[in-house]
C-alpha cells in the first residue's frame, strides 16, 4: 500500500514538472471567438510539431476541421471553439510527448487529437503516467485500453488481452517485460507462441528448438529489436534471461522469478491455456495474448482464447482487456479494414 502510494506521489510530480516544462515552451493567446494564437518557443520542437513541408499541420488541420496559418514561431488556428480547443490541446500533447520522449512520431499527430484519451489540466499529461523508457525508445499509451492494459502487465500476476490486430498486444507486452528484465524485477523473459497447429508440429522444421519456433515468433523479435537493439538483445538470448520456448515445450515447468509471454494464444486450445498458466511460480507474471478472429487452427472452435477469457473472467487477481479496431496504432487503414470485417461477420449472423 506504502509502495502504492509513492508510485501515485511520483506520477503527480511528474505530471505537476512536465506541466511547468510545457508552460515555459508555449504561449496560448485568444484572438476573438473562432481565433487562437499559439507560440511555441523551442525551434526544435516546433519544427516537429510543424512536420517537413508543414504536412503534420495539414494533418491538424484535417483531423480538426480548424484552419492553420504558420508562421516564424506563431500557429494561428481559425474554427469553431471545439476545433480550436482540439488544436490547442493536440499541440500541448506533442510538447509534453517530446519533453517525455525526445521524439514526436508521425502517429503522435493523430493519437494528439484521440478522443478516447482522458483530459486534464488541457495537456493530456496523464496519458503518460504509463510511459515505458527503453534504450532505443519511450514508449506511451495510445488509447485508454492500452493505458489500462500497461498498467495490468506492471500491477497483475496474470493478465489476458484479446483484440484485433495492430492494438499493441504484443509490442507492449514485450515492452513491459524486458523494462522489468532490464530493471533486474525478474530474472528471465521467456517468449512462447504455439505454432500455427497449436504448436504440435515443430518436428517437421529444420534445425534446433530456437530455430524451428523463431518464424513464429518474428513479431517478438522486432519488438525486441526495434526498442533494445540487436547486439543486447542477442546477448540476453545467449544468456538465457530471454527464452524462447514453444508451447509444447511448457508442459511441467514452474516458473519463477520470470515473465512468460504466450502470443497468438487464439491458436492454443483451452487444455494448452490452463496448462500455461497454471506454470506461474513464485514472483513471476505471465501475459496471454491473441485475436479471437484470427484462429489458424482447422478445428476454429477448438481454440481456447475465449474459452479461457469466460472461464476466468470471475478471479479478481487476472487482468482481462479487450481491445477492439477503436484502439489499433498501425496505418489507420487497419481499423477501418478491423471494422468492415466485423460488420459483415455481425450481419452475417
Request: proline share 3%; hydrophobic share 40%; glycine share 4%.
Amino acid at each position: 500500500m506504502e509502495l502504492f502510494r509513492l508510485m501515485k506521489k511520483e506520477i503527480l510530480q511528474l505530471k505537476m514538472s512536465e506541466i511547468s516544462k510545457l508552460e515555459q515552451k508555449l504561449i496560448i493567446k485568444k484572438i476573438d471567438k473562432e481565433t487562437l494564437n499559439i507560440q511555441i518557443l523551442d525551434n526544435n520542437i516546433l519544427s516537429l510539431i510543424v512536420g517537413e513541408f508543414n504536412e503534420n499541420l495539414k494533418k491538424l488541420e484535417k483531423l480538426t476541421k480548424a484552419t492553420l496559418f504558420f508562421r516564424g514561431n506563431s500557429i494561428t488556428v481559425k474554427g469553431n471553439t471545439e476545433s480550436t480547443s482540439t488544436v490547442s490541446n493536440a499541440i500541448r500533447f506533442l510538447i509534453n510527448k517530446y519533453l517525455l520522449t525526445n521524439s514526436i512520431e508521425k502517429s503522435d499527430i493523430i493519437l494528439s487529437v484521440n478522443k478516447n484519451l482522458d483530459s486534464d489540466n488541457h495537456s493530456n499529461v496523464q496519458s503518460f503516467a504509463q510511459l515505458i523508457k527503453t534504450p532505443r525508445k519511450s514508449v506511451i499509451a495510445r488509447s485508454k485500453r492500452q493505458s489500462e492494459y500497461i498498467k495490468a502487465l506492471r500491477e497483475n500476476d496474470i493478465t489476458i488481452a484479446l483484440g484485433p490486430a495492430g492494438t499493441g498486444k504484443s509490442f507492449l507486452a514485450v515492452s513491459v517485460a524486458i523494462t522489468m528484465l532490464m530493471e533486474k524485477k525478474v530474472e528471465r523473459v521467456i517468449l512462447s507462441r504455439p505454432a500455427v497447429e497449436a504448436g504440435e508440429k515443430l518436428g517437421f522444421l529444420p534445425g534446433d528448438m530456437k530455430e524451428k519456433v523463431d518464424p513464429y515468433l518474428r513479431p517478438l523479435y522486432d519488438a525486441l529489436y526495434e526498442l533494445f537493439g540487436f547486439e543486447k538483445i542477442d546477448k540476453k538470448i545467449e544468456s538465457g534471461e530471454i527464452e524462447i520456448a514453444p508451447l509444447a515445450f511448457m508442459r511441467g515447468r514452474t516458473l519463477k522469478n520470470c515473465f512468460a509471454i504466450l502470443d497468438e494464444a487464439q491458436n492454443a486450445t483451452a487444455t494448452q491455456i490452463k496448462m500455461f498458466l497454471t506454470r506461474i511460480g513464485e514472483n513471476s507474471k505471465l501475459v496471454v495474448n491473441g485475436d479471437p478472429s484470427q484462429v489458424d487452427l482447422i478445428n476454429k472452435n477448438h481454440s481456447g482464447l475465449t474459452k479461457s477469457k469466460n472461464i476466468l473472467s470471475q478471479i479478481e487477481e487476472i487482468k482481462i482487456i479487450e481491445f477492439d479496431h477503436t484502439d489499433v496504432v498501425r496505418h489507420p487503414l487497419v481499423s477501418k479494414i478491423i471494422k468492415a470485417y466485423q460488420k459483415k461477420a455481425d450481419d452475417q449472423s
